[in-house]
């Protein structure tokens, strides 16, 4: 499928959460399912098995980083793309999400009404890369 349909959003703040699921949902048209933490993301994404991974980096107990590290771990979600979602856009910083295998990162604070056309274009810039 070449098309974004499904996205899971990896986020603690339950605010960010409704924001971003309403940005995903009623803007830009998509399925999306909220995990409140990494290990909650880890239980479901082979049941889930979303098109896209939008992850906080910075979450109590299991971080963005050590989330991406089990992810790419695990045959079912080896090769979802990630988006991380974060506050902490440095280039060093970035280029570290990169090196750990994320496919991009998107800056907090983030603009709703945009979120879902970034995210569809963070995805077919991956497809392409991985096709």
């Known amino acids: 499928?070449?098309?974004l349909a499904s996205v899971m959003c990896v986020e603690d703040d339950p605010d960010l959460q409704d924001v971003i699921a309403l940005a995903l949902?009623?803007?830009g048209k998509l399925s999306v399912t909220?995990?409140?933490?990494?290990e909650e993301a880890l239980a479901q994404v082979?049941?889930?098995a979303p098109d896209l991974i939008l992850l906080d980096v910075m979450m109590p107990g299991?971080?963005?980083m050590a989330t991406l590290e089990a992810l790419r771990a695990m045959p079912s979600a080896a090769d979802i793309p990630v988006i991380f979602m974060t506050a902490k856009v440095q280039p060093d910083?970035?280029?570290a999400y990169r090196a750990a295998g994320a496919t991009?990162?998107?800056a907090k604070p983030f603009d709703p009404l945009t979120l879902a056309d970034d995210l569809r274009a963070l995805y077919l810039k991956a497809k392409g890369a991985a096709g």
Do not use: K, R
């Open 25 to 27: 949902e009623d803007v």
């Open 93 to 95: 910083e970035i280029a």
């Open 62 to 64: 299991m971080d963005g």
């Open 1 to 3: 499928m070449s098309d």
């Open 104 to 106: 991009g990162t998107l």
């Open 46 to 48: 082979a049941t889930v």
């Open 34 to 38: 909220v995990c409140g933490s990494g």
